[in-house]
């Protein structure tokens, strides 16, 4: 009657305390996995590292993804806090290849997002590669269309590693990753690439390959490259801008490259500050002469030598004042270097070409955000780049003069010796110019540097926006439906002066692709 009774107690067997003690052990594990994904995601999303050098249990600072999780278990009930602190080895979650397997995840979820936004859409594709810390080879891929709504969107997709940066290689990649969410590479209806051979080339390279399995996915070389291009030939192509701009770098580095040196910049700006709002010279308000310090240069980012440019003009008495300094405190080779780096920041050319490339790069760092934003549109863009050659070329015929007053202006205030103008130029040997006919001063700096920088300026822009293309991108914008098409009524009568001959010229000037019209 014993074994009778036990036997109808169902509760009592040996399969319900089974199931019983599994459901609550399944409830712990994902109370725990719910923790290792929410510190996932706090640091997916604030990009941050996961490891740490020391992830032992004895460690004090274990890495971001465990010192996360533990703030967790502070914050938790006493209920949870013993679930996570007791738990089994094989169920903690936080073991490395669990926390790439909850990225994986995440960032599938992600892109899962972004394909419902795109639909059925036409897309672009942006691509570009480099080189990790480790020395590997990455592509990213960034897809850019309009939404539901109308509005161009940029999203950033994904970054594959690539055994190599080859064409072919390359294509299959982004093949792939495509058709892993079920993205059409028919679909494709844009191209956005750097220069290089292996993305641009007319035969073999990306935009080709590409190009022969959908003619309509147009290759546009990136314009922020473009516009970097040409800054860049413009720095190089002048020997008193390229002089110029190691001097530069030579001067940040110095400075930027010991703290002390920093906190003395940093204390002879304040004192300097001080002096010129006792003399009236510097206006006060909230946020208004907060200190700073110089800005380093970077080889990707020329809007960074416009920032390290600013930087130096408005720090230049003071970083005078601390080599003075150094020269007279600072140890024996500090000295020697102090000396020849402000011998190099007193030369009048060296200033001639800071005040110059300085209003040069005022204009362009405007043409330089814009070509960045997100939402710009073709028409925009075009309309930036006229507007930048306009004003250089306005600068080049009629801003001498009020180049000239502002360059005696900062030469006087911090006591640079600037030459007579009307008197003969002497070339860097300190010998009489070896022209039959000598040179001034004026003629130098004015035709031989900013005339040069200037031309060689417009000469770049002209080259990388030539007229061709702009029209074409221009005409290309009229198709915007904003407005029942309005751009295009608006160039109508333009569009209607282009022959087919010539529009069938432009287009195949793009490309390998030869275009064919009904």
Same mark, same amino acid.
């Given at each position: 009657?014993? &074994? ?41 999303? =604030? ?14 600072? *274990?890495?971001? #993804? ?5 703030? #967790? ?7 949870? $806090? ?26 599938? $979820? ?5 394909? /419902? ?27 850019? @269309? ?11 997709? &994904? ?12 294509? +299959? ?7 892993? @969410? ?40 990136? #314009? ?19 002089? %110029? @701009? ?12 010991? *703290?002390?040196? &920093? ?10 500050? =001080?002096?010129?709002? *006792? ?57 020697? /270097?102090?000396?020849?780096? +402000?011998?190099?920041?007193?030369? #009048?050319?060296?200033?001639?070409? +800071? ?6 790069? &005022? ?29 250089? =070329? ?13 360059? *005696? ?35 130098? %700096?004015?035709? /031989? ?15 990388? @926006? ?22 295009? /009524?608006? =160039? ?20 390998? $692709? ?5």
């Amino acid at each position: 009657m014993e &074994k009778w009774n036990l036997l109808r107690n169902l509760d009592t067997q040996i399969e319900s305390v089974f199931v019983k003690r599994t459901t609550k052990e399944v409830e712990h594990n994902r109370f725990r996995l719910k923790a290792a994904i929410e510190a996932a995601r706090l640091l997916a999303n =604030q990009g941050q590292a996961f490891r740490g050098h020391d992830e032992s249990e004895s460690s004090l600072n *274990a890495g971001n #993804f465990r010192q996360v999780r533990k703030s #967790f278990e502070r914050m938790a009930s006493d209920d949870d $806090r013993v679930v996570l602190e007791n738990a089994p080895g094989n169920a903690k979650y936080t073991s490395p290849p669990v926390q790439k397997e909850l990225l994986n995840i995440l960032g599938n $979820r992600v892109r899962q997002m972004i394909r /419902e936004e795109v639909g059925d859409a036409k897309f672009c594709i942006l691509v570009d590669e480099a080189v990790d810390a480790a020395g590997k080879e990455q592509m990213s891929i960034v897809l850019r @269309f309009v939404d539901r709504y109308g509005f161009i969107r940029e999203r950033f997709f &994904k970054i594959v590693s690539v055994p190599n940066t080859t064409s072919l290689t390359l294509k +299959l990649e982004i093949v792939k990753v495509l058709g892993m @969410f079920n993205l059409q590479v028919e679909n494709m209806r844009g191209q956005g690439y750097d220069g290089a051979s292996n993305m641009s080339g007319v035969w073999n390279g990306l935009q080709a390959l590409f190009l022969e399995d959908c003619p309509y996915a147009y290759y546009v070389h990136c #314009f922020a490259h473009r516009l970097q291009l040409a800054l860049n030939g413009a720095a190089k192509g002048v020997h008193d801008t390229y002089r %110029f @701009f190691s001097t530069l770098l030579l001067v940040v580095n110095f400075v930027d490259s010991s *703290a002390k040196r &920093k906190g003395a910049l940093k204390a002879a700006r304040e004192d300097e500050i =001080q002096d010129l709002i *006792a003399l009236g010279n510097l206006q006060t308000g909230t946020g208004s002469n907060q200190t700073c310090t110089l800005q380093r240069p970077a080889t990707t980012r020329w809007s960074s030598h416009f920032r390290s440019i600013k930087s130096l003009i408005e720090l230049f008495g003071s970083t005078m004042t601390i080599l003075d300094h150094m020269m007279d405190t600072a140890t024996l080779p500090i000295q020697g /270097e102090a000396s020849g780096i +402000l011998r190099a920041m007193r030369s #009048f050319e060296f200033v001639f070409c +800071l005040i110059l490339m300085h209003r040069v790069m &005022k204009v362009t760092e405007v043409l330089c955000q814009v070509v960045q934003r997100k939402s710009i549109d073709i028409g925009e863009a075009m309309k930036f780049v006229d507007h930048t050659k306009e004003l250089l =070329q306005y600068m080049r015929d009629d801003g001498w003069d009020d180049f000239l007053m502002v360059l *005696a202006s900062f030469c006087e205030t911090h006591n640079i010796d600037m030459p007579d103008m009307s008197s003969r130029w002497l070339d860097g040997t300190g010998r009489p110019s070896q022209q039959k006919n000598f040179i001034t001063h004026e003629h130098h %700096f004015r035709v /031989e540097v900013f005339n040069a920088v200037l031309d060689f300026q417009l000469s770049e822009l002209n080259k990388r @926006f030539n007229e061709r293309s702009c029209e074409l991108l221009t005409l290309t914008s009229t198709l915007d439906p904003h407005d029942k098409f309005s751009l295009f /009524e608006t =160039q109508k009568e333009f569009a209607e002066a282009v022959d087919n001959e010539t529009v069938i010229n432009d287009f195949e000037a793009l490309g390998p $692709r030869r275009v064919k019209f009904s």
